[in-house]
């Protein structure tokens, strides 16, 4: 197979996120310090915890924080949005999409900055004193990502609601074809759909690439999706960590050490100038490639070393037996 620089990520890409990455770090450190910042989490776990010491480890150390946390079912959330308001800080950071709703309804005059949402437009994200860090990796970023690691797909199959999809889809068929693929679109209207549609979809396709879609993605139907493409011998490319641990070959991630610290940006611009900074969401700017080698080894796929090394984690190759099929 011939080598190539590869599409997704190339060096010089690399090398340019990370030089804008440090540059925009290096500009917070300006008039940030006296800054009285309350971060809102939606519950206690690791991952929002990583996003809030990303955003902590972006601002200056002089910076103060108080840190609250919603119980489950977020029960004591107007309680919380009235002692936050009470302590006027200058900005409030919601991590996850509960905290983000607590501040959209209990605090409307403050500037809130969120992030770990998943599509937060169909929650009424943002509101007017609202801004974060979207979860939407752009289409074209991830065809190139998949191209890369699995150059042999050309073929690349994807299940989305056409009542929330169907434009995106669209688009995302004319930048396949710029890349030599083909997009190959299967629309559902409910969650039930999903089994069948995936069943018709598998004959058509080298690949199926699936992103975040509440009518394609449910706790019901993701080990559906694994299982079926993983017996079929069809590469899955999704969106977390979890899905490749799990048997996905691959996914472009936001981690949420990155998401904090872009986070942290915004907040840095707003309080430094509120309305040159803006009330405007922006895209993530550092996804990460991770990648299951085990699943490329049952597939048969060679991903160049290229990709490998790019790559912020790995599920590497182990001893233990793949399933018999």
Request: net charge neutral; with cysteine; hydrophobic share 50%.
């Amino acid at each position: 197979m011939p080598r190539s620089i590869p599409t997704f990520h190339s060096l010089a890409r690399v090398a340019l996120f990370l030089w804008i990455g440090c540059s925009a770090m290096a500009a917070l450190n300006v008039d940030v310090h006296a800054a009285e910042i309350v971060v809102l989490k939606s519950s206690d776990v690791g991952y929002y915890s990583q996003a809030v010491h990303g955003f902590r480890q972006a601002l200056p150390a002089h910076a103060h924080l108080v840190e609250y946390t919603l119980r489950d079912g977020g029960t004591d959330a107007r309680e919380i949005g009235q002692s936050i308001r009470a302590g006027h800080p200058d900005l409030v950071l919601a991590v996850g999409l509960k905290a983000a709703l607590t501040a959209k309804l209990e605090i409307p005059d403050l500037p809130v900055v969120f992030c770990l949402v998943l599509n937060p437009e169909l929650h009424g994200l943002p509101a007017g004193n609202m801004t974060g860090v979207l979860m939407k990796i752009p289409h074209l970023q991830q065809l190139e990502s998949i191209k890369s690691v699995a150059p042999g797909a050309r073929r690349i199959g994807v299940l989305y609601d056409e009542h929330h999809h169907a434009a995106a889809i669209a688009s995302a068929k004319h930048q396949a074809k710029l890349l030599g693929l083909q997009l190959i679109g299967s629309a559902v209207t409910n969650r039930t759909e999903v089994p069948g549609a995936l069943t018709t979809l598998l004959p058509q396709i080298d690949l199926l690439w699936i992103f975040p879609d509440h009518t394609v993605i449910t706790d019901e139907s993701l080990p559906f999706l694994l299982e079926s493409t993983f017996d079929a011998k069809i590469p899955l490319f999704g969106f977390s960590f979890t899905m490749v641990q799990r048997g996905a070959l691959g996914a472009l991630v936001i981690e949420p050490l990155d998401a904090g610290a872009q986070a942290a940006q915004l907040a840095a611009a707003i309080l430094r100038d509120p309305a040159a900074g803006g009330m405007r969401m922006v895209q993530p700017d550092r996804p990460k490639l991770v990648l299951n080698l085990n699943t490329a080894e049952h597939l048969g796929i060679t991903i160049a070393p290229a990709i490998v090394r790019l790559a912020s984690r790995l599920v590497p190759i182990t001893e233990f037996h793949h399933r018999d099929h």
